[in-house]
């Protein structure tokens, strides 16, 4: 089992539509979340961190439970422009600090 | 934020040969990670490049395979050699900034190399 795990991909919503990402993590040591995005064909970039009282940019919206170690991302409105594949992922520093990437999962915006 | 550059950007080669891959970094960090991202996949670290001493892989990568060379604190390479089709991936340079638990991660472009 993959220490950080997403929904499987692709997902394919309408424009203004609101779309929903899980991701669950393992290891209870896990301190810090992120959510990247990447672009085909390029590297990712940070879209948000994640904090215990929930965030929100604009129409993304990040919350964690650390109970369930569980992660998500709401976009509400959809834009073509979102079109992407999202990662979720945790940092942790148990045996050195590391960064464990999710597989991502990939989101169309049809207009 | 962090700039990063890679080269080349993209590459086409034959079984048996190596390539190097070059990242240059707009201001000096202690570390500098390289990455895999196979096609369809998610990112795997190779290893961290330290400078003034040996890189430090990660399980399953040797150095034999991956050299890295870190001459100062703005530059490093990665050397990928011997290659097969199976090292057919994109390449990234990264680098962290902030504390470990406000750290951001800055990528390279990647780069793209396919295996013949």
């Known amino acids: 089992r993959k220490e950080v795990e997403q929904d499987p991909g692709p997902f394919n919503v309408p424009e203004g539509a609101t779309v929903a990402f899980n991701c669950t993590y393992s290891?209870?040591?896990?301190?810090?979340f992120f959510w990247y995005r990447q672009d085909c064909r390029k590297e990712p970039k940070l879209l948000m961190s994640?904090?215990?009282s929930g965030n929100e940019d604009g129409r993304f919206t990040a919350q964690l439970n650390r109970a369930s170690q569980y992660i998500s991302l709401l976009i509400r409105d959809s834009k073509l422009s979102d079109s992407a594949t999202y990662l979720c992922?945790?940092?942790?520093?148990?045996?050195?600090?590391?960064?464990?990437f999710g597989a991502g999962t990939r989101l169309f915006v049809k207009a | 934020s962090a700039v990063i550059s890679q080269k080349p950007s993209r590459d086409i080669c034959q079984r048996g040969t190596s390539l190097t891959i070059q990242c240059q970094v707009d201001?000096?960090?202690?570390?500098m990670f390289w990455y895999r991202q196979q096609p369809g996949q998610s990112l795997t670290l190779i290893a961290t490049?330290?400078?003034?001493?040996?890189?430090?892989?990660e399980s399953g990568f040797v150095i034999d395979k991956f050299p890295i060379s870190r001459p100062n604190l703005t530059f490093s390479t990665l050397t990928v050699s011997n290659m097969s089709p199976e090292d057919s991936s994109i390449y990234l340079c990264?680098?962290?900034?902030?504390?470990?638990?406000?750290?951001?991660?800055?990528f390279g472009p990647g780069t793209r190399l396919t295996v013949l």
């Open positions: 990264s680098v962290r900034r902030g504390t470990e638990v406000a750290v951001e991660q800055f």
């Open positions: 290891n209870s040591a896990s301190q810090s």
């Open positions: 994640v904090y215990s």
């Open positions: 992922v945790v940092t942790r520093n148990t045996g050195g600090f590391k960064t464990i």
């Open positions: 201001s000096q960090v202690t570390m």
């Open positions: 490049a330290n400078q003034g001493s040996e890189a430090t892989y």
